[in-house]
């Protein structure tokens, strides 16, 4: 039986190949702002923008087997560049939104569902520059656990905190061949992530593979978050 997978964002990076993984043996839903690289894609295109739309359900099943939250930010700045509206559009967009879209739709989520939310491995290692995004996806960390409390055992949650992924949300960090090096060389793998490494997690946590796992925190960061090898 195919199964109904509602991704919020999805029309570019991590999403897209996702979408493009999913998309044979599921049907596949995907709520954006944009929707040009969908083109020739088996998906459902849902017009949304998280910021301002409501999310509205009639548009699909009444059945979820697994809900994805896309949208995300890199605003790496000095905290003494940062304004307080830096702090609540970071936390608008990465965890506010998420959490009235999920409000909105987990009555449909079926017994055995999946849910996946995105964090950063900036989270767990202290970075500088990092103030703003890492306390937004903080917030998501600290949610997906108690949610994963609160639905167990009917719903999963769980939460991939990568490192740098080569996607258009971090053009301005790759943009040219000596950072690629740089970033690579800050990685016991010595490689930047891509958007596949990072949706191949994604599908796991989807698939009932996966069944055991729920409130788990995932890094999947080419060993940064783990080991020193310099």
């Known amino acids: ?39 020739g894609l088996n998906v459902t ?22 809900f994805i939250y896309f949208p995300g930010s890199i605003n790496l700045k000095p905290l003494k560049m940062l304004h307080l509206d830096a702090f609540k559009e970071d936390m608008e967009l990465n965890f506010f939104s998420m959490v009235k879209v999920l409000q909105t739709v987990i009555s449909k989520m079926n017994d055995g ?7 950063t491995v900036a989270v767990g290692n202290g970075m500088p520059f990092h103030t703003s995004v890492a306390a937004a996806k903080g917030a998501i960390e600290g949610f997906a656990k108690s949610l994963a409390a609160e639905y167990a055992p009917k719903i999963r949650v769980n939460v991939v905190a990568p490192s740098l992924v080569d996607t258009p949300l971090s053009k301005r960090l790759l943009n040219n061949d000596k950072k690629v090096e740089m ?32 409130g788990q925190i995932l890094g999947v960061d080419g060993g940064l978050s783990t080991l020193n090898i310099n």
């Open 45 to 66: 295109h849902i017009p949304f923008d998280v910021l301002t739309d409501e999310f509205d359900t009639n548009f699909i099943p009444d059945k979820i087997h697994g």
């Open 113 to 119: 569902a999946s849910i996946v939310l995105f964090s």
């Open 1 to 39: 039986m195919k199964k109904n997978i509602l991704l919020i964002g999805g029309s570019h990076g991590i999403g897209l190949s996702v979408a493009k993984q999913l998309q044979d043996d599921n049907h596949v839903f995907i709520a954006s702002r944009t929707h040009e690289e969908l083109t």
């Open 183 to 214: 970033m690579s060389q800050r990685h016991p793998l010595k490689r930047v992530g891509s958007a596949d490494d990072i949706a191949a997690i994604t599908l796991f946590l989807l698939s009932d593979k996966s069944s055991w796992m729920t």
